[in-house]
């Protein structure tokens, strides 16, 4: 875990023991469940440590991520980024959303076995997740979907003044055709932040929401995805 304990540093995060065997448990049961069920196409360990691990770390860098607050990640898939956060700051809650009950399973798996008590993981759409509507200071998403959809899918879920970031690469025309989605849903394009890695180019969008999410939002399962807002 060298490449991931060196970008650390240079984030300024200093990854104790434990913290860093449970990183390399984390590998060694992505790489086995990857063989059954396809988590990602990313194996090689110096590229998990890169891509996966240290680019979910980068979301540290907004500041937001303070002591006792609530975090969804929405359309978690192998658990990045907040499998990673959750090693690293063990004093704020995650609740990892996925429509794929095969993903859901393997990231209890890694609750389990990485001891993560503040993990949760919940098998759901999240058109279809209401009960947990305002009830997030931030919610995250990791290029699951254009921006525009994304909103529809994230805004609902975060508290007033909450922020939600989006890892992306960073597509002008992907922001600018989102803006009005954002207004609708509540928000307000606060600004891009380059997640500053070596080879990799993902930016975050941070969105914060400054006004009450209408409660049609969001739309019906398919929808947001087959008729995003304008």
């Not at 991931?4 to 540093?9: I, V």
């Not at 069920?37 to 980068?58: G, M, P, R, W, Y």
Request: proline share 3%; glycine share 6%; net charge neutral.
């Amino acid at each position: 875990m060298r490449l991931l304990q060196n970008g650390c540093n240079k984030m300024g995060i200093e990854l104790n023991e434990t913290q860093i065997k449970k990183f390399g448990k984390f590998y060694d049961l992505l790489i086995y469940w990857n063989k059954k069920i396809n988590l990602t196409a990313i194996t090689e360990k110096e590229e998990v440590e890169a891509k996966h691990f240290l680019d979910s770390l980068t979301l540290i860098k907004t500041g937001y991520f303070i002591k006792g607050i609530n975090v969804l990640d929405v359309g978690a898939g192998a658990g990045f980024p907040s499998v990673p956060l959750a090693i690293v700051l063990e004093d704020i809650n995650f609740t990892l959303l996925d429509s794929q009950n095969k993903r859901v399973k393997f990231i209890e798996i890694v609750i389990t076995e990485l001891e993560l008590k503040n993990v949760a993981a919940i098998h759901e759409r999240a058109e279809n997740a209401a009960y947990l509507k305002e009830k997030y200071d931030i919610v995250t998403a990791r290029a699951v979907a254009s921006l525009g959809v994304l909103c529809e899918l994230c805004l609902p879920y975060l508290k007033i003044e909450g922020h939600f970031l989006a890892q992306k690469g960073e597509n002008k025309n992907e922001i600018k055709s989102a803006q009005n989605a954002i207004k609708i849903l509540g928000g307000e394009m606060i600004g891009i932040i380059d997640a500053e890695l070596e080879d990799h180019n993902h930016k975050i969008i941070d969105i914060e929401k400054i006004h009450k999410t209408p409660d049609m939002y969001p739309r019906k399962a398919g929808m947001p995805s087959k008729n995003p807002l304008k």
